[in-house]
């Protein structure tokens, strides 16, 4: 019983808690289902780069190049090994071009010229042209700017990699029955692992800054994938962002101030000028006698079925006609004669003892008196209740609102405003749900003020029909 | 219904007209210049034929006389009709539905107990918010592409509703909406009926549980004969909100008012309901018809009131 309350609780309350969420996701997520940060990635081959590495198979040494260039009809490149001051003999490969657009090259190498703890230096022609360093590593580049120079550290590299077919898998080749050593290089103080097939994961402590290594020994041919671990920080930004609210606040082209403020002037003084007369009209039809009561309250009455739609356009020539349009009082005052509000303070109003007004009467009180004394304090969780209810439609009123401000007004309210972030064929959710949050915020916290009046002075006037 | 003056009786003096009018006239005024004036404007218009939009400051510069003609059109276009029958569709679901869900909650919740005043204000305060903005959500709750109630439905076996999405099915489309709209404005009658229920003596119950009575017969011939003013209420409020329904619909259908259904050889939209179908002439720059499909339903409006009042009962 109290489960299916607490879930029907839920349901009801899931629209705003979406909004919320929403408005705090990173743009362009909003229909992402995923809401739990992710501290475990699988991470693209670009951010790790394990090729580049020499690698080693039974009796061979193999260098694996690798070139981006998808205009380049033709890669070579050029190595060679050991110190700078006493290098080998140049040798040179040509790359074959892979789907991807990237150009690469295993070589194997002598073992006696290539030894593992070296100076290496390579360096790439285009196209036949003039050799030129690799553009990935210019750091590695040599003093005279025309080799990338790598010094080669370890004793064995058991691990060559190909890109696999969905990106972000590699293979593995390793020598058969041997073991080999995992090497990834990338940014220090990482968490790292790899899954390798369906082998368990195999952990790569940093050995040195940036460089993470871990033996393992599979046979023959495996695919693995590097799943780095980060830290909550990042996986929630990765989600969750504050931009949206930043973006509403401090925009330069979205004043939410000014926004704010119009539709804060503009729902204060509906709702207050609207309890006013109806609480007025409410009194005289409650308590007083004249001619043509019933029929007048009844035509009133009758215009609450015409839906609203029909009164826009003639409303709108006659705020034209009187000089309203960009003003408060073309978006206040046409809303100003509301016949539900007329309807709950009569019926508040007529539920108020007689006696209450005799005995004031008796008393010698003024008209005047009599209302400011008697009927406003009474009636005052209806009018709390009538002010929520009016301040809640005008805050959110957006066609009339749209419909008197001209482009250029400087009295565009809120709900006018956010449509800005209304795109002809995509919506910005994510800002618009921010932009919500913002205009719901001054309602719940009206409600949740006056909650006490409103539920009284709402049941007051409906219980009594 | 109508309350009587609590006091003087007898003839009605000029000067009590008098006194009545000092505290009429402001209300009476603005109802007269921007309700009431609109109004017989409306009519007017309904008697013309208004289609171009020639010239901002002068909307009525082309009007052309042609009596009834846009009645005419009306009561035989199926689009109009078809747009009553959803009309009522959805009234009778967002009512029935409504009036259901708050009895329940408010019966549930009753009580005085810890966390209830929570609950209650709870499930109040959606009532309050923007229904754009409520039925904006509602559109991304109902997205096939990760909403999460299509996630819901795939997850019961409803995977082809799931990947359709929901609002993209046109049987779905107007049962889709009058929910969220229930569970939006489900607070509204659970006060209703909570204060109601507060009212009711308790030495009823007492003498029922006494007397032996279910609880199903305490439902039946106790307590919803006691609720019978809320339900009268709800029913009228009600009937006037779905004819007035056109935010929900205008925002949870992206402003199409719903995807294409066949019936009877018409091509027909499933959610465009009469509301709607009101604003998309209006949008079409036909006044003329707009207006006088005000009035056809302003009429509907008023015979389903009374028969709702007739139906129901006169109370008080």
Not at chain 1, 266 to 280: N, Q
Not at chain 2, 5 to 14: F, P, Q, Y
Not at chain 2, 74 to 86: E, H, K, M
Request: hydrophobic share 50%; aromatic share 12%; proline share 5%.
């Amino acid at each position: 019983m109290y489960t299916l309350i607490v879930l029907i609780f839920v349901f009801v309350q899931l629209p705003m808690l979406w909004m919320v969420v929403t408005a705090f996701r990173v743009k362009g997520t909003a229909f992402r289902l995923d809401m739990i940060p992710n501290i475990t990635v699988q991470t693209p081959p670009s951010e790790f780069d394990p090729f580049a590495l020499p690698r080693v198979g039974q009796g061979e040494r193999v260098l694996h190049f690798e070139f981006a260039d998808e205009q380049a009809s033709s890669v070579e490149v050029q190595w060679r090994a050991g110190a700078a001051d006493d290098p080998t003999e140049a040798q040179s490969a040509d790359l074959k071009r892979a789907l991807d657009g990237n150009w690469f090259a295993d070589v194997a190498v002598d073992p006696s010229v290539f030894t593992f703890t070296a100076t290496f230096d390579y360096r790439y022609s285009i196209d036949g042209g003039e050799p030129i360093p690799d553009p990935r590593r210019p750091e590695l580049t040599t003093a005279e700017g025309d080799w990338t120079r790598v010094v080669v550290e370890g004793t064995t590299f058991g691990l060559g990699a190909d890109r696999g077919s969905d990106g972000d898998r590699f293979k593995v080749y390793v020598s058969e029955g041997g073991g080999g050593v995992a090497r990834v290089i990338a940014d220090p103080g990482l968490s790292l692992s790899i899954l390798l097939g369906e082998a368990p994961r195999i952990d790569l402590p940093e050995t040195s800054a940036g460089v993470y290594e871990a033996t393992f020994e599979p046979g023959g041919e495996a695919t693995y994938r590097i799943v780095r671990r980060r830290g909550w920080g990042e996986a929630v930004a990765e989600m969750y962002t504050l931009d949206n609210f930043k973006a509403i606040l401090g925009s330069e082209d979205f004043n939410f101030g000014r926004y704010f403020m119009n539709s804060l002037v503009v729902a204060t003084f509906a709702g207050l000028l609207t309890v006013l007369l109806c609480t007025l009209g409410g009194y005289a039809f409650a308590v007083k006698q004249f001619h043509f009561r019933e029929p007048i309250f009844r035509i009133l009455l009758a215009s609450m079925l015409i839906p609203g739609m029909i009164f826009m356009v003639p409303q709108f020539s006659i705020v034209l006609k009187l000089g309203w349009m960009n003003s408060y009082q073309g978006m206040i005052v046409p809303h100003l004669a509301n016949v539900f509000g007329l309807f709950l303070m009569r019926q508040y109003i007529s539920q108020i003892p007689g006696d209450l007004f005799n005995a004031a009467e008796i008393d010698g009180a003024s008209e005047l008196q009599l209302f400011r004394n008697v009927v406003i304090p009474v009636c005052l969780p209806i009018m709390a209740t009538l002010f929520l209810l009016t301040f809640v439609s005008q805050w959110s009123n957006f066609l009339w609102q749209l419909i008197v401000n001209t482009g250029d007004s400087p009295l565009v309210t809120l709900p006018v405003g956010l449509q800005q972030f209304k795109g002809q064929n995509s919506n910005d959710w994510e800002k618009i749900m921010a932009g919500a949050c913002f205009s719901i915020l001054p309602i719940t916290v009206l409600f949740v003020t006056l909650q006490k009046y409103f539920i009284q002075g709402l049941t007051a006037g409906a219980v009594k029909e | 219904m109508a309350a009587k003056a609590k006091h003087s009786v007898g003839r009605i003096t000029l000067r009590q007209d008098l006194a009545a009018g000092l505290y009429l006239i402001p209300f009476l005024i603005v109802f007269i210049i921007f309700i009431g004036y609109p109004v017989f404007h409306s009519f007017w218009i309904s008697l013309h034929r208004v289609t171009i939009y020639s010239d901002f400051y002068d909307i009525f510069g082309s009007m052309e006389m042609v009596g009834l003609d846009n009645y005419r059109r009306i009561t035989s276009d199926p689009i109009f009709w078809w747009s009553v029958v959803l009309t009522f569709a959805y009234a009778f679901m967002t009512i029935v539905g409504g009036m259901i869900l708050s009895l329940a909650l408010a019966l549930a919740l009753r009580k005085a107990k810890r966390g209830f005043g929570i609950l209650r204000a709870g499930f109040f305060l959606p009532n309050v918010f923007d229904i754009f903005v409520v039925g904006v959500i509602w559109l991304m709750l109902y997205n096939p592409n990760g909403g999460l109630v299509s996630m819901m439905l795939s997850l019961g076996g409803a995977t082809e509703a799931a990947q359709q999405g929901v609002l993209n099915n046109p049987w779905l489309t107007l049962p889709a909406i009058a929910f969220a709209m229930i569970l939006k404005n489900a607070g509204f009658g659970m006060i209703l009926f909570l204060v109601s229920l507060a009212n009711i003596n308790e030495s009823i119950f007492e003498a029922a549980q006494v007397d032996g009575a279910s609880p199903r017969q305490t439902l039946f011939r106790i307590t919803l004969p006691q609720l019978r003013p809320i339900i009268i209420f709800l029913a009228i409020t009600g009937t006037v909100g779905s004819l007035n329904a056109f935010g929900e619909i205008f925002a949870m259908t992206d402003a199409t008012g719903g995807s294409s259904v066949q019936v009877a050889g018409e091509t027909l939209q499933s959610a465009r309901i009469s509301a709607f179908h009101l604003f998309m002439r209006f949008n079409e720059s036909a006044y003329g018809e707009a207006a006088a499909i005000s009035f056809v339903l302003l009429g509907i409006a008023l015979i389903i009131s009374w028969i709702n009042f007739k139906i129901l009962g006169q109370s008080d």
